[in-house]
């Protein structure tokens, strides 16, 4: 469970733990009393007929649960998920709460989704939504199943108009608040997806899933603010974490990515209502045979927007195949094509990064001619070459990109920015 501490840091700030014993309100059943024994009064779904047998869909018994600790709890309250394994459709944990905060979900046991797409009205399997002062903890486990779905992922085969996958994990209008200790496995599609929240943090988690499995971002967040990331190890078939439109001041720090397609800003300007990106630190992260280490991606885009103040620093690289990239062509079909984005990147820092990569063109900055890339540095990076052929030329190629190099450079700085 988050620690007062851990709280503390995140600016949250609440009122002392009640110890007077709840009622569950109208409606509930009866002789179910939660429990409140020193500290938040619990309510345990199995109290509420939930079935640790594999089997069982315990929708409603999540639901009534949630219901009885956010609406009618009188004091801190906690929905506690014992051991066991726990079956559930589309389920949705939603506020305001009345109950004091912070409410509390820990996860002891494995919540397993239903592999029946009927089961899924929208693209998400587990929401929280509109929720002030939320702590989501405990050891257990989400297994979304994913591999009884990805075969059918029509955002595999295309990017354009696919029908996604249910995201693991919905955090939509979620603020003050901290997920930690969590292990996500086998989303069918993103395992965390942010979107609308502020003042987030995220850490000591487990994600995983195939390096193969395709669209399992580990984070996704977007139109958010105030988002830390630390601690935590993720390999999944897509970004460790992406950073999507509309966010500012995100950090991400000490997370090990791999497999997967690295830590990336993006991709930003498939859709016209998408809005900048400003602020995003990335510091002390190892990345394990991914496929892309620190990436920035946009497509051509139909409304102009930014991408700006962004730092990559104190990284590891260990056999990845494209450390540092900035990709303004994203999405386009004709490979290498002349970027015409609409996105304006700048004041973008690549900084301290070491390590092995498999690609001869260790940096790669293919900006937009609309917009080239401004104020891009690339300071104190000392990556070694260990792909095949061995004699192949080591470069870093900059097309329309204001790049300023120093320090240690290895592969060798551009000789323009125009070309390598």
Known sequence: MATLKTLFFLGIVFPSCSLIGASLGHGTRRNLLPISKGGPTIFDVTKFGAVA???????????AAWGAACKNSTTIAKVLIP????????????????????????????????????????????????????????????????????????????????????????????????????????????????????????????ITAPGSSPNTDGIHISSSDRIKVFNSTIGTGDDCISIGHSTTDISIANITCGPGHGISVGSLGKRPEERSVNGVTVTNCTFLNTTNGARIKTWIGTVPAEAKNITYEGLIMNGVQ???????????????????????????????????????????????????????????????????????????????????????????????????
């Not at 990556?383 to 190629?397: A, K, Q």
């Open 53 to 63: 047998d594999d089997k069982t869909d315990n929708i409603d018994a999540f639901r």
């Open 83 to 206: 051991a066991g394994t726990f079956r559930t459709a589309q389920t949705m944990f939603a506020g305001p709460c009345a109950s004091p905060k912070p409410i509390t979900v820990e996860i002891m046991g494995t919540v397993k989704a239903d592999t029946d797409p009927s089961e899924y009205v929208s693209p998400e399997w587990f929401t929280f939504q509109d929720i002030d002062g939320f702590v989501l903890t405990g050891n257990g486990v989400f297994d979304g199943q994913g591999a009884a779905s990805w075969p059918f992922n029509d955002c595999k085969r295309t990017k354009d108009n696919c029908a996604p996958l249910p995201s693991s994990l919905k955090l939509y209008k979620v603020n003050n608040s901290v997920v930690t200790g969590i292990t996500s496995l086998n989303s069918m599609q993103f395992h965390f997806h942010l979107h609308g929240c502020s003042n987030v943090s995220l850490s000591n988690l487990n």
């Open 322 to 420: 494209n450390p540092i990239v900035i990709d303004q062509t994203y999405g386009s079909k004709k490979l290498r094509a002349p970027s015409t984005s609409l996105w304006k990147i700048s004041n973008i820092h690549f900084r301290k990064i070491k390590g092995t990569t498999v690609s001869n063109v260790a940096v790669s900055l293919e900006c937009s001619s609309r917009n080239p890339c401004e104020s891009v540095e690339i300071a104190d990076v000392d990556l070694t070459y260990v792909g095949s052929p061995l004699n192949t030329t080591f470069i870093s190629s900059c097309f329309n990109a204001k790049a300023i190099f120093g320090g240690t450079v290895n592969p060798p700085a551009c000789s323009s920015s125009l070309g390598v």
